[in-house]
């Protein structure tokens, strides 16, 4: 089945640094790729939609200059998440959709800790 | 605008039962419905779909789910609980033959009892 990778799996950060979160399609083309976040004991709520070779569409309440979205190929989205504060730990959750219609697939997701 | 409600943020059963978790949708559009597991610290995996044509789906784990568009429900039932099967899932609707993303239900976490 199609794999969708997250790396890294988990991060520690101290506060006012920046994180880079990668996500990728191993085996398949992925012209647009989703971002969620996952409180403890909570739901996925989507961040924003990631388009190869255009600008994120951002939900509402999300701060696009926070949380930098790059989809620079098929198979390669990033999530920066700038000058991170404790608030902003959470588990960040991709998504893959795979261009072929063959449906949507989850990457294992990435703890980010702030200190 | 769409929405999804799972009844119930936890369930519990013993092994062997049966377990039924809710999920019921909103849509002002033919939906596309999903129910997704989740163990600690990992992402989502698909248990199954119904996009259209047969309204029961069977999907991995002996997992399976009925549309009822009469009653906006999309409920998931295995007819016996193994002790593997605790985690938390995750109902999901899209609009149908979109390409739009999944809209969650806050999910409902599923313990077994031996």
């Known amino acids: 089945g199609a794999v969708v990778s997250q790396h890294p799996s988990w991060v520690i950060c101290k506060s006012g640094t920046s994180v880079k979160i990668e996500c990728r399609s191993l085996d398949f083309q992925a012209t647009t790729m989703f971002w969620y976040r996952q409180f403890p004991k909570q739901s996925l709520m989507l961040m924003a939609t990631s388009n190869e070779g255009s600008k994120a569409t951002y939900e509402q309440g999300v701060e696009k200059d926070k949380f930098l979205i790059n989809h620079a190929s098929l198979t390669l989205s990033t999530l920066t998440v700038t000058s991170a504060h404790p608030e902003d730990s959470s588990f960040y959750i991709c998504?893959?959709?795979?261009?072929?219609?063959?449906?949507?697939?989850f990457g294992p997701g990435t703890r980010l800790t702030v200190l | 605008a769409q929405s999804v409600t799972q009844l119930g943020s936890h369930v519990s059963v013993s092994e062997g039962a049966l377990v039924l978790l809710r999920c019921n949708y909103s849509s002002s559009v033919p939906p596309y419905l999903f129910w997704y597991v989740q163990y600690p610290n990992q992402g989502l995996q698909l248990l199954l779909k119904?996009?259209?044509?047969?309204?029961l789906v069977k999907g991995i784990n002996g997992f399976e789910a009925e549309f009822k568009k009469s009653e906006t429900s999309f409920h998931l039932t295995k007819p016996s609980a193994h002790m593997s099967d605790a985690a938390e899932y995750f109902c999901?609707?899209?609009?149908?033959?979109?390409?739009?993303?999944?809209?969650f239900g806050k999910g409902t976490k599923l313990s077994v009892k031996p």
């Open positions: 999901a609707v899209s609009r149908a033959g979109s390409q739009g993303n999944l809209i």
């Open positions: 119904y996009t259209t044509g047969a309204t």
């Open positions: 998504s893959a959709r795979d261009s072929s219609g063959g449906g949507q697939f």
